[in-house]
């Protein structure tokens, strides 16, 4: 797709070509993200779930380095295409790739030497120790695969290839899913044969997006001598990321948080329940988050030409898709909790109804969740930094979490339960306001653009 096209076709045809592939995308890594815990859950049992929750916290926080730069780049390649600075794009492209290599590094260190003291700090021991130290050291000893994979799939959208994006996103999943089955139902490998098929699956999809990258297929084409760090543009791309990145780190400590209140008011079992619940949220939050990179380039392209209106109607596009796959889920989760969470264990009863219990309060946040995504990863489309910051930040700090630490001594396990809905309502309020104001100024510099 040219340049020209993001600014004159039609939203709801940009919005089809761009945020369905991606969508399709982002639903496969969640049937990737299910399936992997049908496997761990089916394979290893109970308390390799617990493992897989008590270091999930850790696991976010690669997550949140791989979106810190491909979010950053991305954006920012979007804004300067839109203003018709192709050249600066490019260096903002090439200069994602050292960030990378950086971090990869750095996680791999940590995987090498550190994670014994990591896990204790989350809460692992006993046995649950040892599976989440397998699981843990390979993920980060593998850990530049899954931060190119997902860093260099944003860039890859916003070069205007979104089917390519998600061609390969598919193939990375059904890799990791084929790769599951055989390491840990057939060969009994345990966490280690679900750690290892995720890193080989990542570190594929990397390969290819990278070879995209130096190939003549690509709009951006990089080469080697292109790769000179300018300490600038790297700054810029780490302000622009840094909202996605305080989201999910602020996830992290929502997870730890939510951990330590489940032991707490609860037990290893309702731990389990914790994750069996994420696993079944994964490919509606997947949808939310492909609506939401689907339509980033969109924004940031229309935005950076002052095409205001379109500005505006792509982001109510994307608000009311959010809305309507929240509420669809809701309805599909809080119909079949039984039938869902027997997909992960069929042999625990105790796991069933805790997780049956915990499911049908904590789904209500579902409906509305999906907008609260797509207003962040709006503001930082258009490099409006401190109220996408916001709302990472006060959905989970100033709401969730307080609720997390009062509800439960009135309410018990329950309380633990209705923390995240609560504060997902009162955000949600929060963004309503801070959207109709953004929108009047969307408006009016659409006027004063035209006139």
Known sequence: MSEDELAVESIGKLFRKFALPAVFGFIISGVQITIDGFFIGNGVGTLGLTSVTLVYPLLIGMVATALLIGTGGASLVAIELGKGNKKRAHRIASD??????????????????????????????????????????????????????????????????????MKVMVASALVNIVLDYLFVMRWGM??????????????????????????????????LSDISPDMKIIAGILKTGFPAFVMQISLAVLVLSYNYMLLKYGSEVAVSSYGVIEYSFAIFYMIFEGISAGVQPIIGFNYGAKLYARVYSAIRMAMLSCFLVGLSGFIILYMFPETIIQLFNRNDPELLVTAVEGMRIFIFGIIVEGIIISSAVYYQSVNKIKPSLFIHFGKIFIFIIPLLFILPKQYGLIGVWMAAPLGIYLMFLVVGVMFLKEVRSLKQASTESFN
């Open 190 to 223: 345990g966490m280690q044969g679900a750690a290892i098929a995720t890193v080989v699956a990542f570190v594929a999809s990397a390969a290819v997006f990278t070879a995209y990258f130096f190939s003549s297929y690509a709009n951006l084409r990089l080469h």
């Open 96 to 165: 994602m790739l050292p960030l990378i290599a950086v971090v990869g590094t750095f996680f791999a260190i940590l995987g090498i030497f550190f994670t014994g003291p990591l896990l204790r700090m989350v809460g692992a021991s006993g046995i649950v120790f040892d599976m989440a130290n397998d699981y843990l050291r390979i993920m980060f000893i593998g850990s530049f695969g899954l931060i190119a994979g997902i860093g260099l799939d944003s860039l890859v959208r916003n070069d205007g290839r979104p089917s390519f994006a």
